[in-house]
T-cell receptor, first 115, second 119 residues
């Protein structure tokens, strides 16, 4: 079975531009989360989506937004990019939102460099 | 607020020796605890988790972790280290669903510990 898949794997953007990152969860998983991992740090929670609705949000500005589609795939959008947005963006999926003991599986990530 | 501390930025161990990567947490209630491993330029791979029950949890690749409620710790261990175990290890905590105040699937991660296993 395919794991969590993300695209693109690497991209370079200029300050002020917009970026869209995409994620497909593991088949059968309905919950998708996004994390930002800055070099040298642990991942930071951005969003969680379940059944196409936002179910949790971390401490990120409104420039960050996301959505989940009927097939449970998800997009993360970041507007007005700043140099500090350069990071590895990780998508994660789990079976449901309800049981917090469910294992969360991560994709390989999308490396974003803002210049 | 929940937090996780990994007090060692790096752990060095010789191949064949036992290894321990430390993790302590601060959270209200009984948390769920996770360990992930990250190889260079890769995403996170799940190793093991503690939900309830036996304090010693066994996971992938021969790793295990011991939950100690009184010390609020969840140290990762392996009896005999391999060079291929060299990677970045992250401990994470998550609140049970009735305590997470709509935080959803939020995992709170420690800063990571780099494990270096030398031949």
């Amino acid at each position: 079975d395919a794991g969590v898949t993300q695209s693109p794997t690497h991209l370079i953007k200029t300050r002020g531009q917009h970026v869209t990152l995409r994620c497909s969860p593991i088949s059968g998983h309905k919950s998708v989360s996004w994390y930002q991992q800055v070099l040298g740090q642990g991942p930071q929670f951005i969003f969680q989506y379940y059944e196409k609705e936002e179910r949790g949000r971390g401490n990120f500005p409104d420039r960050f937004s996301a959505r989940q589609f009927p097939n449970y795939s998800s997009e993360l959008n970041v507007n007005a990019l700043l140099l500090g947005d350069s990071a590895l963006y990780l998508c994660a999926s789990s079976l449901s939102r309800i049981f917090s003991g469910n294992t969360i599986y991560f994709g390989e990530g999308s490396w974003l460099t803002v210049v | 607020a929940q937090s996780v501390a990994q007090p060692e930025d790096q752990v060095n161990v010789a191949e064949g020796n036992p290894l321990t990567v430390k993790c302590t947490y601060s959270v209200s209630g009984n948390p769920y605890l996770f360990w992930y491993v990250q190889y260079p330029n890769r995403g996170l791979q799940f190793l093991l988790k503690y939900i309830t029950g036996d304090n010693l949890v066994k996971g992938s690749y021969g790793f295990e972790a011991e939950f100690n409620k009184s010390q609020t710790s969840f140290h990762l261990k392996k009896p005999s280290a391999l060079v291929s175990d060299s990677a970045l290890y992250f401990c994470a905590v998550r609140l049970p669903q009735f305590l997470n105040n709509n935080a959803g699937n939020m995992l709170t991660f420690g800063g990571g510990t780099r494990l270096m296993v030398k031949p």
